[in-house]
């Protein structure tokens, strides 16, 4: 797939075709809006984003408890700004569906229904109290009036006419309105982001709303997604079909190749390519742990020197993921030619562990002449498969993210050991050295440092709770001092941040205190010159940034 397709019911879960239980999230860019997915879904209710904009006609057959409406970057008088398609409202009427619309979705909704927008006197960003100001109101219940709590605004426009029958059911302390409802159309608005952790009430706010208001059951379970699954390549396998899998030894390959693996039995292929972008002895890491642990039938391609003569000269990230992508396929594509001849049935399909943020970090943003939210970059799965590839896609983690795939596999059996492994990239090494990987000693250097810093990470206790750590190779030199000698060499950065989903994230500020540990040790074997002084004798930005040979970000 090129891109999100904004969901129809041929894209989802045939258990959520029906709508029960359903919540469908329309992104109008807001960058909170796959956090709303996330939390609706860590509240037990299946959630799936699709585009503000898509067609009608491609939500066909769904029928959706609620449905929600994100933020965005717009302003609703903004040419060109988003909207939801025609129609959108009587087929929300017609579902039955509670709509709830939050910051600028709020917004469109008064707009479309008769309300006025305005910029705002007092535009208000970041911490910002609220005040319930009616008695009784579906979103905070009732005898909250005069209660306050604290949310995260983010809008320069306010309401400041409401759409016949809605009421203000509270604002914030400087006067703007910041929830609205109307229960007999089921239309509802939050001016703020409860999705966000700095509304520390916004979780409890989802939950009402969900349970209490649209009377939505916590029923999303992982065995159903396992079962739902299952049933699905079953049913698009034929029995005499066979399917390749790409393994990388990541967690999201080796839980979608035990997924297929439980489905179709042997008629699964597994190829693990070393494609020479690989860490530090990954490739008998992999195959050991494969063969020994899941006891999956795995073969491996070197095909690395295939890779790296096409990546030679290429320093944009975009281009060598699309290449990257393009040459995994020729891979697959001869594999499944030699299997062919083995078994005298060409494979049909190939697996992929491609997950929700996959797709969505692959598409543009509403209101940009495209469709959906901004392209962070294009995966190498997603963005940069090639349009005439032969093999037909299996992506059965395609709508869950990076801790529900963890979860799936511990009912599947994973070794814990797999399912805590930290991300890695399908391009690999390549998008973590920033220019040419062929230049030099760049990979091996990285594969050297990479080693030594997520075992000192392992060796601290820190790894589990770490979500990725990792080594950047930047295409700078810096001055450093060795054996008493100016240096004078390329610049590695160390990395580490924590996250739950993979969607947000935030550096891991503790690893600064013993940091030492891992920079002696690169010191020590000659990869990287020591700092010029002591760290803590300096402001922390120059720590950062000052470092002869290495940077930690």
């Not at 619309?101 to 229904?113: A, E, I, T």
């Not at 309105?177 to 001016?191: D, M």
């Not at 005298?344 to 996959?358: E, I, M």
């Not at 891992?518 to 300096?538: E, K, Q």
Request: charged residues 20%; negative net charge.
């Amino acid at each position: 797939m090129g891109s999100t397709a904004a969901a129809s019911a041929s894209a989802l879960p045939a258990s959520a075709g029906a709508g029960e239980n359903l919540v469908l999230i329309l992104d109008f860019g807001s960058q909170y809006t796959h956090l709303i997915t996330r939390r609706v879904r860590q509240l037990g209710v299946l959630s799936l984003c699709v585009s503000g904009t898509a067609p009608l006609a491609s939500l066909a057959g769904l029928r959706p408890c609620a449905i929600v409406l994100s933020g965005g970057p717009h302003s609703v008088h903004a040419t060109g700004a988003p909207s939801f398609p025609q129609g959108f409202l009587d087929f929300a009427a017609d579902a039955g569906a509670h709509v709830l619309g939050v910051c600028y979705g709020m917004q469109l909704l008064v707009q479309s229904l008769g309300g006025a927008v305005e910029a705002g006197d007092k535009q208000e960003y970041g911490k910002m109290e609220v005040e319930v100001t009616a008695q009784s109101s579906a979103l905070y219940g009732e005898g909250e009036t005069g209660k306050r709590q604290t949310v995260w605004m983010s809008h320069g426009d306010e309401v400041v006419r409401l759409p016949v029958g809605f009421d203000v059911v509270a604002r914030s302390v400087q006067g703007a309105v910041a929830a609205i409802e109307n229960r007999e159309k089921r239309f509802y608005g939050l001016q703020y982001h409860p999705e966000v952790t700095h509304s520390p009430q916004g979780m409890e706010t989802l939950r009402h709303f969900l349970f209490d208001v649209c009377g939505i059951k916590a029923d999303w379970k992982m065995q159903d997604v396992l079962d739902e699954e299952i049933r699905t390549i079953q049913s698009m396998v034929g029995p005499d079909e066979h399917v390749i899998c790409a393994l990388s030894g990541g967690v999201d390959s080796t839980v979608a190749a035990t997924l297929v693996h439980k489905a179709i039995g042997d008629r699964l292929h597994c190829v693990f390519v070393d494609n020479g972008l690989l860490r530090y002895k990954e490739r008998e890491r992999v195959v050991s742990t494969f063969e020994s642990d899941l006891h999956l039938p795995v073969t491996c391609v070197d095909a690395s020197e295939q890779f790296l003569t096409k990546l030679k000269g290429v320093k944009d990230p975009e281009m060598k993921r699309k290449i990257i992508g393009r040459e995994f396929i020729v891979v697959f594509d001869n594999f499944a030619h030699k299997l062919e001849q083995k078994i005298g049935k060409r494979p049909a399909y190939l697996v992929q562990g491609t997950l929700y943020p996959d797709v969505i970090e692959s598409c543009p943003p509403p209101g940009s002449g495209r469709t959906h939210s901004h392209t962070i970059k294009s995966h190498h799965n997603v963005g940069g498969l090639p349009k005439d590839m032969k093999l037909k896609l299996i992506e059965p983690l395609k709508l869950l993210f990076k801790d529900e795939v963890r979860k799936l596999g511990s009912i599947l059996n994973v070794p814990e050991s797999f399912l805590k492994r930290h991300p890695f990239p399908g391009p690999g090494l390549a998008v973590r050295v920033l220019g040419d990987v062929t230049e030099g000693n760049a990979l091996e250097v990285l594969r050297q440092v990479d080693e030594i810093f997520v075992q000192a990470i392992k060796d601290a206790g820190l790894y589990d709770i770490i979500w990725q750590a990792f080594a950047v190779f930047l295409p700078v030199q810096t001055v450093g001092v060795q054996g008493d000698q100016r240096t004078h060499s390329h610049a590695v950065a160390l990395r580490a941040i924590t996250s739950e989903d993979g969607m947000t994230a935030d550096w891991y500020v503790t690893l600064v205190l013993w940091l030492f540990y891992p920079l002696a040790t690169l010191c020590n074997i000659g990869i990287l010159g020591p700092p010029p002084v002591h760290p803590f004798t300096i402001p922390f930005a120059t720590f950062c940034c000052g470092w002869a040979n290495l940077l930690f970000i």
